[in-house]
C-alpha cells in the first residue's frame, strides 16, 4: 500500500520559515518525481513546486520562486519543501505527490496523493 505522509506544518508569522517533510513508502520509488501541491479554503488546488529523479529539474509556481526550496533524498524516499519569507497567502494545506512522470506532476495529475499538512501563516 502506497502512503505518502506529510509533516512539519503549522502556525507561523509572516516572514517565518517551515519546512514541510514527505515519507514515502509502500513500492519502489526509483525514477519517480515528486511535487507539492496547496489548497486554500473556497479555492481551488494549486501546484507548487516539483523535482525529478535526479533533482536536475526543478520548477515553481511564479509566487513562491525565491522563497520556497524543493529538495529530495532518494536514500530515504523523502521530499521536502522548504518555505522562507512565508506570506499569509501560502496559507493553506499542503500536499505531497508522486508519479512515474516529471511531466505529469507539473500537469497537476500525478498518480499519488497525500493526505496534506496544514500551513498558516498569520500576518
Known amino acids: 500500500q502506497v502512503q505518502l505522509v506529510e509533516s512539519g506544518g503549522g502556525l507561523v508569522q509572516a516572514g517565518g520559515s517551515l519546512r514541510l517533510s514527505c515519507a514515502a513508502s509502500?513500492?519502489?520509488?526509483?525514477?519517480?518525481?515528486f511535487g507539492w501541491f496547496r489548497q486554500a479554503p473556497g479555492k481551488e488546488r494549486e501546484f507548487v513546486a516539483a523535482i525529478n529523479w535526479s533533482s536536475t529539474n526543478r520548477k515553481y509556481l511564479d509566487s513562491v520562486e525565491g522563497r520556497f526550496t524543493i529538495s529530495r533524498d532518494n536514500a530515504k524516499n523523502a521530499v521536502y519543501l522548504q518555505m522562507n519569507s512565508l506570506k499569509s497567502e501560502d496559507t493553506a494545506v499542503y500536499y505531497c505527490?508522486?508519479?512515474?512522470?516529471?511531466?505529469?506532476?507539473?500537469?497537476?495529475?500525478?498518480?499519488?496523493w497525500g493526505q496534506g499538512t496544514q500551513v498558516t501563516v498569520s500576518s
Open positions: 509502500g513500492r519502489t520509488f526509483s525514477g519517480y518525481a
Open positions: 505527490a508522486a508519479d512515474p512522470k516529471y511531466q505529469t506532476i507539473t500537469a497537476m495529475t500525478p498518480y499519488y
